[in-house]
């Protein structure tokens, strides 16, 4: 048998038997590394560890430590959940079972529903499995085993999976002892390594294949990490995230509400809108500081101008239509791009108008399915920040980066620094030739690496295959929160179509007719997903120059109730938002009352106070007190509820 090369991550490369596993080679190194060992990454693709390499490749031995177990780790304890419901109740039927963000589900076919105390069961004989240790091995069946193995054990819906999988694909059973399920793999070597580390969250329905016409399943979700301190930490996080709930706090601060006659849209109240508006005014100002001119365009226009710039095609199922009288379809906009073409070709421009830089608030309008809706970060009624800048091919990347550098100031005076961008490259489902997406796909990676130089490697990068745009490839933006989760918010995409497509061009120094390329901008992406993200990330708590009301001015006894106008009316004067509370109720009663609406500053009022003209200065949050002059106070309020753009020094 002839011999093969295998490169190891260091570079070195060594002669081995073809045909030898991951298990032996990790026992050829060391006893400790193959007492590790779960899986091989060969060739950059993750495989058994039993699996033979049967060619020269690059390999790397995954520990149950190293980041691409975790996936394993979740996959496995999936297959043990599958093995434990069937033991409990025999004859359930199991479906899908994926591994998805923070964990894992399993979808199965039960005649009687799950009970809250069955979760319990469940864990109890997942750990029991674990502890057995069993052995994961592979086999390869033909469909007609697999379907006759299935069809004994009255398992239907895994013989509709065995039909789905392509012909000439294999066919791939797992076994954990005597346990098996269809599955594509890869797994670690046997159950014990999963660990310990695992928590079933919850019960939900599911259909099955995710269609309303098929029968209703049930699923379960679960979580599993490499370590028990990592899944104390998750579920404190969790913990954490539910007290933050942006539609919690969004009640009890009287911002919005939601309502089934409206799915997916917003209804703002006055504090909610006060906050909107803020965030409106400070990008107005950072785009009319980076020289953007701000437009509006229509909410509405006929189909054929969708089919013309490609959405209908590539977008159609998310786009709201209606039929007027005479019978032309009109869509609602889902994008603001192709109406700032319209703008871009009124009247004639030349190389010397470019960048031209447009931006609009656009609000756009996208279906989105039911139960994706998530208060207001995933809504069917938005409004963008959304700017277009027509350019020259050669201006790509010192536009890019003038939005990058004005994207992360702005990130940060919102109170995000730890950035992390992704190119996302073209998508199956796309327009125009690949010549153009190279362009685009280069013209992006080498703004990329130039923002990772210029931050001395700080903000981390990163490709995400398939994931653009269909007219284009794009950068996005994904920050972190105080509790550690991360939310993909702007974009920065590059198109060489779209332009071209609704017949935009400009007049070149040659005086050719050349079409502009479209950079797509987007900072805060969706307002009112941003939004949801501030609250969230502040709890609540927003610092004084964003939140709706500034200040409230509460009095102790109603013989202080003139001095308190004067104290709202000199707040008001200083352009502090502000509210008075004359109520007959004890000042303890106003202070919970206000600090349950996370209002951050109380400014109270007593007899004493109106004699000498000054207030006592309570922060949300604080139980201290300050006492101090009304001059004094809103001088001090005023410096610090000025933005973070507008401060000196």
Same mark, same amino acid.
């Given at each position: 048998?002839?011999?093969?090369?295998?490169?190891?991550?260091?570079?070195?490369?060594?002669?081995?038997?073809?045909?030898?596993?991951?298990?032996?080679?990790?026992?050829?190194?060391?006893?400790?590394?193959?007492?590790?060992?779960?899986?091989?990454?060969?060739?950059?693709?993750?495989?058994? &560890?039993? =699996?033979? !390499?049967? #060619?020269?490749?690059?390999?790397? $031995?995954?520990?149950? @430590?190293?980041?691409?177990? %975790?996936?394993?780790?979740?996959?496995?304890?999936?297959?043990?959940?599958?093995?434990?419901?069937?033991?409990?109740?025999?004859?359930?039927?199991?479906?899908?079972?994926?591994?998805?963000?923070?964990?894992?589900?399993?979808?199965?076919?039960?005649?009687?529903?799950?009970?809250?105390?069955?979760?319990?069961?469940?864990?109890?004989?997942?750990?029991?499995?674990?502890?057995?240790?069993?052995?994961?091995?592979?086999?390869?069946?033909?469909?007609?085993?697999?379907?006759?193995?299935?069809?004994?054990?009255?398992?239907?819906?895994?013989?509709? &999976?065995? =039909?789905? !999988?392509? #012909?000439?694909?294999?066919?791939? $059973?797992?076994?954990? @002892?005597?346990?098996?399920? %269809?599955?594509?793999?890869?797994?670690?070597?046997?159950?014990?390594?999963?660990?310990?580390?695992?928590?079933?969250?919850?019960?939900?329905?599911?259909?099955?294949?995710?269609?309303?016409?098929?029968?209703?399943?049930?699923?379960?979700?679960?979580?599993?990490?490499?370590?028990?301190?990592?899944?104390?930490?998750?579920?404190?996080?969790?913990?954490?995230?539910?007290?933050?709930?942006?539609?919690?706090?969004?009640?009890?601060?009287?911002?919005?509400?939601?309502?089934?006659?409206?799915?997916?849209?917003?209804?703002?109240?006055?504090?909610?809108?006060?906050?909107?508006?803020?965030?409106?005014?400070?990008?107005?100002?950072?785009?009319?500081?980076?020289?953007?001119?701000?437009?509006?365009?229509?909410?509405?226009?006929?189909?054929?101008?969708?089919?013309?710039?490609?959405?209908?095609?590539?977008?159609?199922?998310?786009?709201?239509?209606?039929?007027?009288?005479?019978?032309?379809?009109?869509?609602?906009?889902?994008?603001?791009?192709?109406?700032?073409?319209?703008?871009?070709?009124?009247?004639?421009?030349?190389?010397?108008?470019?960048?031209?830089?447009?931006?609009?608030?656009?609000?756009?309008?996208?279906?989105?399915?039911?139960?994706?809706?998530?208060?207001?970060?995933?809504?069917?009624?938005?409004?963008?920040?959304?700017?277009?800048?027509?350019?020259?091919?050669?201006?790509?990347?010192?536009?890019?980066?003038?939005?990058?550098?004005?994207?992360?100031?702005?990130?940060?005076?919102?109170?995000?620094?730890?950035?992390?961008?992704?190119?996302?490259?073209?998508?199956?489902?796309?327009?125009?030739?690949?010549?153009?997406?190279?362009?685009?796909?280069?013209?992006?990676?080498?703004?990329?690496?130039?923002?990772?130089?210029?931050?001395?490697?700080?903000?981390?990068?990163?490709?995400?295959?398939?994931?653009?745009?269909?007219?284009?490839?794009?950068?996005?933006?994904?920050?972190?929160?105080?509790?550690?989760?991360?939310?993909?918010?702007?974009?920065?995409?590059?198109?060489?179509?779209?332009?071209?497509?609704?017949?935009?061009?400009?007049?070149?120094?040659?005086?050719?007719?050349?079409?502009?390329?479209?950079?797509?901008?987007?900072?805060?992406?969706?307002?009112?997903?941003?939004?949801?993200?501030?609250?969230?990330?502040?709890?609540?708590?927003?610092?004084?120059?964003?939140?709706?009301?500034?200040?409230?001015?509460?009095?102790?006894?109603?013989?202080?109730?003139?001095?308190?106008?004067?104290?709202?009316?000199?707040?008001?004067?200083?352009?502090?938002?502000?509210?008075?509370?004359?109520?007959?109720?004890?000042?303890?009663?106003?202070?919970?009352?206000?600090?349950?609406?996370?209002?951050?500053?109380?400014?109270?009022?007593?007899?004493?106070?109106?004699?000498?003209?000054?207030?006592?200065?309570?922060?949300?949050?604080?139980?201290?007190?300050?006492?101090?002059?009304?001059?004094?106070?809103?001088?001090?309020?005023?410096?610090?509820?000025?933005?973070?753009?507008?401060?000196?020094?």
């Amino acid at each position: 048998m002839s011999d093969i090369t295998l490169r190891f991550p260091d570079g070195a490369e060594r002669q081995y038997p073809k045909n030898i596993t991951g298990v032996q080679l990790a026992e050829g190194i060391s006893k400790s590394l193959a007492k590790k060992a779960v899986a091989l990454v060969r060739d950059g693709r993750l495989v058994d &560890l039993a =699996d033979p !390499i049967d #060619a020269d490749s690059a390999i790397r $031995i995954v520990t149950r @430590g190293d980041p691409e177990a %975790l996936e394993l780790i979740r996959h496995d304890a999936a297959h043990v959940m599958a093995e434990a419901v069937q033991a409990l109740w025999p004859g359930t039927q199991v479906t899908i079972g994926p591994v998805i963000e923070n964990g894992f589900y399993y979808d199965f076919a039960k005649s009687e529903p799950f009970q809250p105390d069955d979760m319990a069961k469940i864990e109890k004989k997942m750990g029991e499995i674990i502890q057995r240790n069993e052995p994961f091995t592979k086999e390869f069946w033909s469909r007609e085993k697999a379907k006759d193995f299935f069809r004994s054990k009255g398992e239907t819906f895994k013989i509709e &999976l065995v =039909d789905a !999988i392509p #012909a000439g694909e294999d066919l791939k $059973i797992y076994k954990q @002892g005597e346990w098996l399920d %269809l599955c594509r793999g890869p797994h670690m070597t046997s159950t014990g390594q999963i660990g310990k580390a695992f928590k079933l969250m919850k019960f939900a329905g599911a259909y099955w294949r995710g269609d309303s016409n098929n029968p209703q399943l049930q699923r379960i979700y679960g979580t599993a990490f490499a370590s028990e301190d990592d899944l104390k930490a998750y579920l404190s996080q969790l913990e954490e995230a539910e007290k933050r709930d942006h539609r919690k706090l969004g009640r009890e601060m009287d911002l919005f509400h939601f309502q089934e006659e409206a799915p997916g849209s917003v209804f703002w109240h006055p504090k909610g809108w006060t906050l909107f508006q803020n965030l409106i005014a400070y990008m107005r100002r950072a785009q009319q500081k980076a020289g953007y001119v701000e437009v509006n365009s229509p909410d509405m226009m006929e189909r054929t101008f969708w089919e013309q710039s490609g959405h209908w095609q590539n977008y159609g199922e998310n786009m709201f239509t209606t039929v007027l009288p005479d019978e032309r379809v009109f869509c609602c906009k889902p994008m603001n791009c192709p109406g700032h073409v319209q703008i871009f070709k009124h009247g004639l421009k030349s190389y010397r108008d470019l960048p031209l830089k447009i931006a609009e608030f656009g609000k756009v309008h996208r279906y989105e399915p039911s139960g994706a809706l998530h208060g207001l970060l995933r809504v069917r009624h938005f409004t963008q920040d959304d700017a277009h800048v027509f350019i020259a091919e050669n201006q790509i990347k010192d536009e890019c980066l003038k939005i990058n550098d004005l994207m992360l100031s702005i990130y940060k005076d919102f109170g995000f620094e730890d950035i992390f961008i992704k190119l996302s490259t073209r998508p199956e489902k796309r327009v125009g030739a690949d010549e153009l997406w190279d362009k685009a796909e280069a013209a992006l990676e080498e703004v990329l690496d130039e923002v990772k130089r210029r931050s001395n490697g700080q903000i981390k990068t990163a490709i995400n295959p398939g994931e653009g745009a269909f007219y284009g490839p794009k950068l996005e933006y994904v920050l972190r929160d105080a509790i550690g989760r991360e939310w993909q918010c702007g974009t920065t995409q590059v198109d060489f179509n779209l332009a071209g497509r609704l017949g935009a061009f400009y007049i070149d120094e040659h005086s050719n007719k050349v079409t502009p390329v479209m950079i797509h901008r987007a900072m805060f992406g969706s307002l009112e997903r941003f939004l949801g993200i501030l609250i969230e990330n502040h709890a609540g708590h927003f610092p004084l120059w964003l939140s709706p009301v500034q200040a409230v001015v509460a009095t102790i006894v109603s013989d202080a109730d003139g001095y308190a106008g004067d104290v709202v009316a000199a707040l008001d004067a200083a352009g502090l938002r502000s509210e008075i509370d004359l109520r007959n109720e004890k000042i303890n009663y106003k202070v919970r009352e206000h600090s349950l609406a996370k209002v951050p500053v109380m400014l109270v009022v007593g007899k004493r106070e109106a004699e000498e003209r000054k207030v006592s200065v309570r922060r949300l949050g604080s139980q201290a007190q300050t006492v101090m002059g009304l001059d004094e106070a809103i001088a001090m309020l005023k410096a610090e509820a000025s933005p973070p753009d507008l401060r000196l020094g």
